[in-house]
């Protein structure tokens, strides 16, 4: 540590005269002491006051400039260093020596930068704002033959691109072409992964989604994919669910899973499919995703119904309905789901028996398939009245929902089960059938639900909640009235009605309801104790005329019924 102190006392003097064999000298004595003992040797260098020197011996025509980038890379590699190096001004000649065409400064400069900012996004959106990501691409290109620089590049790449500021930069450079042509180069698996740690964040942007396709990156992906179907190493299965997730990635933008879909007649298309049946989970699960993503506008989904896709999906739910993989339970049941969305659609994958199939998951205690299993039936019977007639009288669905309903830890599962639940009342439309299902729901101490749904803070939940318990009230009023009672109904509705707040069509079948109760005794009295006359009459200068005639008349009904 003496020689340290003494080299650092010649640094100081050396640097004022410039005597470039000195100086390396010195330098050569700071590298060496870092080397035994990197924490003690940085905190004397502090010490010493040496750092304020150090940007002015950051030049790109001294050839002391890649040890003392060497050095201050070596410094920054300790936490305590990296403020240190801010505060004595090192960041903006670093930058500066990045246009260097010298690799051993250019790559002991990205070091030093790397170090400083590792772990701190300020830094990093600093080293953004200063214009180093449109530098670093242009480095990549160039120098694409040094491992080392490559190297180095990719690791700035991969912290800068976490940061949401970065994506806009990066998208305005040309990195996916650089990323996809360094990658068709790759042999080793490390620098494979190297790269699809970079892709991976990227890829979250639409813009670079598309820029990615247009570079040939799917192309790479199924190569991939097909290199490493059969590999058992961990390496082979690891290279295979990176790109297969990659690949899912890339479809999340519409404008890249547009021109990958390429009308249901894409090679790339049509290699996904192909996952579906094979033996392989993780190609399973990457599949089931694909479709799902595919199936986001109803041009597509037509197509792909249309095509034979739900056969194909339907077979793989089967395969796992037993102690099955729940994350292909959970994508399959996506992609059905969102291909169940169009109209045309819905008669047709009931005549496949998707309904049938998605209710072997019934027993499943897993949310996340509850959550799409749910979602799945409530699209499918969206205006199919045979289909909602007989999973409404199916018992079991039932009594699941209702269980499901008071899922108060899993909000999601919750939502769609009272949501299914009103749908199931809303879509039967057969006298004798609706009626049997208004029962079962009834039973099955179903209607509390649809009261608290009425309170839901989303309008269309609170809609919906109201229009199933104003059919129950018309089908079976006797029935229901006790439930009623119970779950406190008229209150609920008298809150809804005197709320500034709630929207017109909530006003309108809260109304509808409050006339459809009247023909129960104690529902009556309770309408005439809450003085539901005031709340109503005031409604009738509501500016929603619906919601102004609707008061009227049930102003008119209480009138008439006091």
């Known amino acids: 540590m003496d020689n340290l102190s003494d080299a650092l006392e010649k640094l100081k003097l050396a640097s004022t005269d410039s005597t470039t064999d000195s100086v390396e000298s010195c330098l050569d004595c700071l590298l060496k002491a870092l080397v035994n003992n990197n924490t003690e040797a940085s905190a004397k260098i502090q010490e010493m006051g040496v750092l304020p020197m150090l940007p002015t011996m950051l030049t790109p025509q001294s050839t002391c400039t890649p040890k003392v980038a060497n050095i201050i890379a070596e410094m920054a590699k300790n936490e305590f260093m990296r403020s240190a190096c801010v505060e004595a001004g090192l960041i903006p000649p670093l930058i500066q020596l990045l246009n260097s065409t010298d690799q051993e400064v250019l ?52 912290n800068l691109a976490e940061l949401e500021s970065s994506k806009e ?13 360094l990658f068709q180069k790759q042999t080793e698996h490390e620098k494979k992964e190297m790269i699809f740690e970079v892709l991976a964040p990227l890829a979250e942007n639409d813009v670079i989604k598309l820029q990615l396709v247009e570079a040939g990156l799917v192309e790479c992906l199924l190569e991939v994919v097909a290199q490493t179907i059969d590999g058992e190493r961990e390496e082979e299965v690891a290279q295979l669910k990176t790109a297969s997730d990659l690949m899912v990635l890339l479809l999340l933008g519409d404008e890249s899973m547009q021109k990958l879909f390429e009308g249901g007649k894409g090679s790339v298309f049509q290699r996904v499919l192909s996952w579906i049946p094979s033996h392989n989970h993780q190609l399973q699960l990457a599949g089931a995703l694909a479709i799902a993503n595919f199936a986001r506008n109803d041009g597509n989904c037509i197509h792909m119904v249309d095509t034979g896709i739900v056969q194909k999906l339907l077979e793989l739910l089967d395969r796992h309905v037993v102690e099955g993989n729940v994350t292909v339970q959970h994508a399959a049941l996506s992609a059905l789901r969102n291909l169940a969305i169009p109209v045309v659609n819905k008669s047709k994958m009931l005549s496949s028996g998707v309904a049938d199939v998605v209710l072997k998951f019934l027993q ?13 039936l409530r699209m499918l019977i969206d205006t199919q009245v045979e289909a909602a ?60 639900h649809l009261v608290t749904m009425a309170t839901s803070e989303h309008i269309i939940m609170q809609n919906e909640a109201l229009v199933a318990l104003g059919l129950i009230a018309a089908l079976d009023l006797v029935a229901a009235e006790k439930h009623f009672v119970a779950a406190d109904l008229v209150a609920v509705l008298h809150k809804l009605l005197s709320d500034e707040r709630s929207a017109p069509e909530i006003k309108y079948n809260s109304m509808i309801l409050i006339c459809a109760v009247m023909g129960s005794e104690p529902l009556h009295k309770e309408v005439q104790t809450r003085a539901f006359i005031n709340v109503v009459s005031k409604l009738r200068s509501h500016e929603n005329k619906t919601v102004s005639h609707q008061a009227s008349l049930t102003e008119q009904r209480l009138t008439a019924q006091s």
């Not at 200063?130 to 590049?153: Q, R």
């Not at 930069?169 to 042509?181: D, G, K």
């Open 389 to 448: 007639d007989q999973l409404g009288t199916n018992a079991k669905l039932v009594e699941r929902l209702v269980e499901w309903c008071e899922a108060k830890d899993h909000a999601g599962v919750m939502g769609e089960s009272n949501r299914l639940l009103s749908a199931l009342i809303r879509h039967s439309k057969s006298k004798v059938r609706h009626q049997e299902v208004v029962k079962m729901v009834i039973q099955g101490d179903g209607v509390k």
């Open 107 to 158: 790559l002991q400069t990205g070091r030093a930068l790397g170090n400083i900012c590792y772990d701190s996004h300020s830094l990093q959106g600093q080293l953004i704002s200063m214009g180093v990501i449109p530098t670093l691409v242009k480095l990549l290109g160039v120098h694409s033959h040094n491992t080392a620089l490559t190297e180095m590049c990719l690791i700035a790449f991969g």
């Open 169 to 181: 930069q990066f998208a305005s450079t040309n990195i996916a072409e650089e990323l996809v042509c």
């Open 364 to 376: 499943s205690e897993m949310p996340p398939v509850q959550f799409k299993l749910l979602g799945t």
